[in-house]
């Protein structure tokens, strides 16, 4: 079965420039999942997905970040305009649904800002 | 402070040996916890759960002290394979809420 996928896995870009994320969840898969980790620490959440629906944003910085989950399936998150201090990796990962049930991660978008 | 707390690491250890993580949360409303492994520029994955009474996964176990808020992990006859960074999480209030991490990097 394939697991959650991540594209691109690297991106290189100036400030001040937009970047976007994808991620296709593992399938029937109803809840996803967007994290950033930065160096030397745990990943945090940023926004959590239940179907098509944002249940959790609190973390979403809102000014700069965006996301979208159309269909309730395939995601993309957004970063408009890019900060230096937004150099990290973005995680996604997708659990069954909402709950305790085992999240899985992707492989990562590793995010330079230069 | 940090909701969940962790020994910042790294440990270096030989092949065979026994090593413990621990591992403090704030929050007393979290409801479960767990242990997840991550590999140097891969993703977390579950390693396994925690459980008041204790749980063993062959070379592993893990520890849950509600009353302490305090949570361990100890891996017996170390493994070159077992390096990794080790990330202790709790669950609350619908989300995973990560420690940073320890790393763990075991020699021949």
């Known amino acids: 079965e394939a697991g959650v996928v991540q594209s691109p896995r690297y991106k290189i870009i100036e400030k001040k420039q937009p970047v976007a994320f994808w991620c296709n969840p593992i399938s029937g898969h109803n809840t996803l999942y967007w994290y950033l980790q930065n160096l030397g620490q745990g990943p945090e959440l940023l926004i959590r997905y239940e179907n098509e629906e944002a249940v959790d944003d609190s973390q979403l910085p809102k000014d700069r970040f965006s996301a979208e989950r159309l269909k309730g399936v395939d995601s993309t998150l957004k970063i408009q305009p890019a900060e230096l201090g937004d150099s990290a990796v973005y995680l996604c990962a997708s659990s069954l649904s909402a709950g305790l049930e085992t999240q899985y991660f992707g492989p990562g978008t590793r995010l330079l800002v230069l | 402070r940090k909701e969940v707390e962790q020994d910042p690491g790294p440990f270096n250890v030989p092949e065979g040996a026994t090593v413990a993580f621990n591992c403090t949360y704030s929050?007393?409303?979290?409801?479960?916890f767990f242990w997840y492994r991550q590999d140097c520029r891969k993703e977390p994955k579950l390693l396994m759960s925690v459980y008041s009474s204790g749980n063993e996964d062959g070379r592993f176990t893990a520890q849950l002290n509600r009353a302490s808020q305090y949570i361990s992990l100890l891996i017996r006859d170390s493994k070159l394979s077992d390096s990794a960074t080790y990330l202790c999480v709790a669950y609350q209030g619908g989300k995973l809420i990560f420690g940073q991490g320890t790393e763990l990097s075991v020699k021949p």
């Open positions: 929050n007393s409303a979290s409801q479960s």
